[in-house]
């Protein structure tokens, strides 16, 4: 008979599907990410913070690897990223903590290089007319089809010249149990960090699975 928890590589079992950490693949997350884009590491962001009101704070909620967290993270990117989509020059969000009252949602918003006339203070400033001007369920009970929430501020944020040169910030970012397979590889548009079974790149052959 099947494990009652299939999922490997530190995956979390959801009821009929294994969902993965960053960066690994794979029905059990058996496998390492294709490629990973290390570009938004390089590029500006906004900083937010967001409160969602009919969610309870848990205390595994404060453990980025529990499974409590995961799960709000999850709910809640989804939930950005349907806000986002439309906003020229976005990339994504990361969730970076999660704290009491109700919960209160640390995150960023990773973006594309902005035109040399464009603000990113102002950007910012968009952002957060973006997040609360966004539709919400009429039921804001803990039992509501979706997150009621309000954002409380957006900071502008470049970021720095990293400390660590490409192949380290590659071994950082890969999975712990595949960081040795993992070397960079600069584009026009950023920064990858690809294997030899990535497609197009050089040194690349075709690793069927795996």
Same mark, same amino acid.
């Given at each position: 008979?099947?494990?009652?928890?299939?999922?490997?590589?530190?995956?979390?079992?959801?009821?009929?599907?294994?969902?993965?950490?960053?960066?690994? $693949?794979?029905?059990?997350?058996?496998? @390492?990410?294709?490629?990973? %884009?290390?570009?938004?590491? =390089?590029? !500006?962001?906004? *900083?937010?913070?967001?409160?969602?009101?009919?969610?309870?704070?848990?205390?595994?909620?404060?453990?980025?690897?529990?499974?409590?967290?995961?799960?709000?993270?999850?709910?809640?990117?989804?939930?950005?990223?349907?806000?986002?989509?439309?906003?020229?020059?976005?990339?994504?969000? $990361?969730?970076?903590?999660?704290?009491? @009252?109700?919960?209160?949602? %640390?995150?960023?918003?990773? =973006?594309? !290089?902005?035109? *040399?006339?464009?603000?990113?203070?102002?950007?910012?400033?968009?952002?957060?007319?973006?997040?609360?001007?966004?539709?919400?369920?009429?039921?804001?009970?803990?039992?509501?089809?979706?997150?009621?929430?309000?954002?409380?501020?957006?900071?502008?944020?470049?970021?720095?010249?990293?400390?660590?040169?490409?192949?380290?910030?590659?071994?950082?970012?890969?999975?712990?149990?595949?960081?040795?397979?993992?070397?960079?590889?600069?584009?026009?548009?950023?920064?990858?960090?690809?294997?030899?079974?990535?497609?197009?790149?050089?040194?690349?052959?075709?690793?069927?699975?795996?």
């Amino acid at each position: 008979p099947p494990s009652p928890d299939p999922c490997l590589n530190g995956g979390l079992w959801v009821g009929t599907a294994c969902l993965c950490p960053p960066n690994m $693949d794979g029905p059990r997350c058996e496998f @390492g990410a294709t490629t990973i %884009n290390l570009t938004a590491e =390089l590029g !500006p962001f906004v *900083a937010m913070v967001a409160r969602v009101t009919n969610r309870d704070f848990s205390e595994d909620m404060g453990d980025a690897s529990a499974p409590g967290h995961r799960r709000f993270a999850e709910e809640f990117s989804r939930t950005m990223d349907g806000i986002y989509r439309n906003v020229p020059g976005y990339r994504g969000i $990361d969730v970076l903590s999660l704290s009491r @009252g109700s919960v209160v949602v %640390n995150y960023r918003i990773r =973006l594309r !290089p902005l035109p *040399a006339n464009a603000s990113l203070e102002r950007r910012a400033l968009e952002l957060l007319a973006v997040t609360n001007a966004a539709s919400q369920p009429h039921n804001c009970s803990p039992s509501a089809d979706g997150l009621c929430f309000t954002a409380t501020s957006a900071r502008a944020a470049r970021a720095t010249t990293p400390a660590l040169n490409d192949t380290e910030l590659c071994r950082r970012h890969a999975p712990a149990n595949f960081s040795r397979f993992y070397f960079p590889h600069r584009t026009a548009h950023g920064l990858l960090c690809v294997t030899n079974c990535t497609l197009n790149v050089p040194g690349a052959f075709d690793c069927h699975r795996g």
